[in-house]
């Protein structure tokens, strides 16, 4: 990796091959990292049910907000109605 791509990175790890390659492909990797996140969300139980619901209605505010919509944009989209 270049210096540029490792300085805008939010956090490097490094996964042991432990074999003759000294670097795995991009999918690879991300098949490990994807299997051990969830093997660790799986370990950790479902979520409680407002935690889901908060991640829910902060996941639509963040979309309507890039859209410059507000709730009532989006009410009248779901009824049919232009805003």
Sequence with gaps: MTNEALELADSTFYIDS??????LNVS????????HA???????GPPPPESVERTVCEYYSRCLASK?????H?????GGKEA
């Design 18 to 23: 432990g074999g003759f390659a000294q670097s």
């Design 68 to 72: 410059g919509w507000t709730f009532e």
């Design 74 to 78: 989006m009410l009248n989209a779901v």
């Design 28 to 35: 690879a990797a991300a098949a490990i990292v994807f299997h």
């Design 38 to 44: 969830a093997v660790q969300v799986k370990a950790a």
